[in-house]
C-alpha cells in the first residue's frame, strides 16, 4: 500500500510540474485560438535565463525576478516580430510557425551556451522528504506549490479588466476590434504571461534534471495535459496535470518490471488518443458548435 501511495503522491506532483508548463499554453489559446508547439522550448529557456544569470554571480533572489523580465519580453516580441505578421493566414501556418519558433530556439540555446546539463541550485535540499514509508522530492513539493500559486494567480487574472480583454479576444477578434479593444496588444500580453510561466517551469524542472535541451520534451506531456483538461480551460490544466501524472507514475509502476520499462510515454500517448476519440474538447473546455 505504501508503494502505491509514494507512485500516487510523487505522479500527483509530477502532473502539478506538468501544469506550470501547459498554464503557458492555455494562456496563448485563450487569446489567440492558437496552439503554441514552441512552449517546450520557451521553458529551456527559462531554465536557460535563470542559470546563466546566476553564472554571472547574483543571488537566485534575484535572477529569477530578472528572468521573468527578459521571458515577458521575449514572449511580447514574438508576438510584435513574428505572430503579427501572420495576420489573415491559415492558422495552420501560425501553428506551424510555433514549431518553427521551437525547433529555432531549441537550437540557438545549447548553441551559445553548451548542451551539456547546467545544475540549478535552487536552494532546495537534495535529501528526500520522508513521510513514514513514503519518500519523495523537496523539489517536486515545492515546484508543485508553485504551481498551484500560478494557477490561482491565473484565474485571479482572468477576473480583471485586462483578463477580461484577453478573454473578449479569444471569443471573437473582429468584434474585440469594433469595440475598441487592441487584440494585437492582447495577445502580446499572453504570449509575455506565457513567458512567466516558462521562467517558473524552467526553474523546477531545472532543479529536478539540469537545464539542458531535455527540458524541450515537456512539451509532449503538457499537450497531454491541455488536450485532457481542455485547452482553454485553466482549472482544467491542473487537473489534466493531476490524471496525466498520476497514471504516468503508476502505471509504469507497476508494468516497467513486465515490460522492461519505457511506458511512460506509451501511457501519455493513450491519454492523448482516448481523450480525442472520447472527449476532443477535454473536461472543461469549451465546445463551439458552428453551422456549416
Known amino acids: 500500500m505504501?508503494?502505491?501511495?509514494?507512485?500516487?503522491?510523487?505522479?500527483?506532483?509530477?502532473?502539478?510540474?506538468?501544469?506550470?508548463?501547459?498554464?503557458?499554453?492555455?494562456?496563448?489559446?485563450?487569446?489567440?485560438?492558437?496552439?503554441?508547439?514552441?512552449?517546450?522550448?520557451?521553458?529551456?529557456?527559462?531554465?536557460?535565463?535563470?542559470?546563466?544569470?546566476?553564472?554571472?554571480?547574483?543571488?537566485?533572489?534575484?535572477?529569477?525576478?530578472?528572468?521573468l523580465v527578459a521571458m515577458f519580453a521575449l514572449g511580447w516580441l514574438t508576438e510584435r516580430v513574428l505572430l503579427r505578421t501572420m495576420v489573415g493566414q491559415p492558422i495552420i501556418m501560425i501553428v506551424m510557425l510555433t514549431l518553427g519558433l521551437d525547433v529555432f530556439l531549441r537550437g540557438v540555446g545549447p548553441g551559445f551556451l553548451g548542451?551539456?546539463?547546467?545544475?540549478?541550485?535552487?536552494?532546495?535540499?537534495?535529501?528526500?522528504?520522508?513521510?513514514?514509508?513514503?519518500?519523495?522530492?523537496?523539489?517536486?513539493?515545492?515546484?508543485?506549490?508553485?504551481?498551484?500559486?500560478?494557477?490561482?494567480?491565473?484565474?485571479?487574472f482572468f477576473r480583471t479588466r485586462l483578463g477580461t480583454?484577453?478573454?473578449?479576444?479569444?471569443?471573437?477578434?473582429?468584434?474585440?476590434?469594433?469595440?475598441?479593444?487592441?487584440?494585437?496588444?492582447?495577445?502580446?500580453?499572453?504570449?509575455?504571461l506565457a513567458g512567466l510561466c516558462a521562467v517558473a517551469a524552467g526553474t523546477m524542472w531545472g532543479a529536478v534534471q539540469g537545464v539542458d535541451w531535455s527540458l524541450t520534451a515537456l512539451l509532449f506531456p503538457a499537450v497531454a495535459v491541455v488536450i485532457l483538461g481542455g485547452i482553454d480551460s485553466i482549472p482544467g490544466a491542473l487537473l489534466?496535470?493531476?490524471?496525466?501524472?498520476?497514471?504516468?507514475?503508476?502505471?509504469?509502476?507497476?508494468?516497467?518490471?513486465?515490460?522492461?520499462g519505457s511506458t511512460r510515454d506509451v501511457v501519455t500517448s493513450v491519454v492523448i488518443l482516448l481523450t480525442i476519440l472520447i472527449r476532443p474538447y477535454g473536461m472543461f473546455g469549451r465546445e463551439d458548435i458552428e453551422r456549416i
Request: aromatic share 8%; proline share 3%; no cysteine.
Open 165 to 192: 480583454k484577453l478573454r473578449a479576444v479569444s471569443d471573437n477578434h473582429v468584434a474585440s476590434w469594433s469595440v475598441g479593444i487592441s487584440v494585437e496588444h492582447a495577445v502580446a500580453i499572453s504570449w509575455g
Open 2 to 67: 505504501s508503494y502505491f501511495l509514494e507512485l500516487l503522491i510523487n505522479g500527483a506532483l509530477t502532473g502539478l510540474m506538468y501544469s506550470m508548463v501547459a498554464l503557458g499554453i492555455v494562456l496563448i489559446y485563450k487569446s489567440s485560438g492558437v496552439l503554441n508547439f514552441a512552449a517546450g522550448a520557451m521553458v529551456m529557456m527559462g531554465g536557460y535565463a535563470v542559470w546563466l544569470l546566476t553564472s554571472w554571480g547574483l543571488p537566485m533572489i534575484a535572477a529569477i525576478p530578472l528572468a
Open 240 to 260: 489534466g496535470g493531476l490524471v496525466v501524472g498520476i497514471l504516468g507514475s503508476v502505471i509504469p509502476g507497476y508494468v516497467d518490471s513486465m515490460v522492461g
Open 115 to 156: 548542451t551539456e546539463p547546467k545544475h540549478l541550485d535552487v536552494g532546495i535540499g537534495m535529501a528526500p522528504l520522508i513521510m513514514g514509508d513514503i519518500l519523495t522530492n523537496r523539489t517536486y513539493v515545492v515546484g508543485g506549490v508553485v504551481a498551484l500559486v500560478l494557477i490561482a494567480l491565473a484565474l485571479a
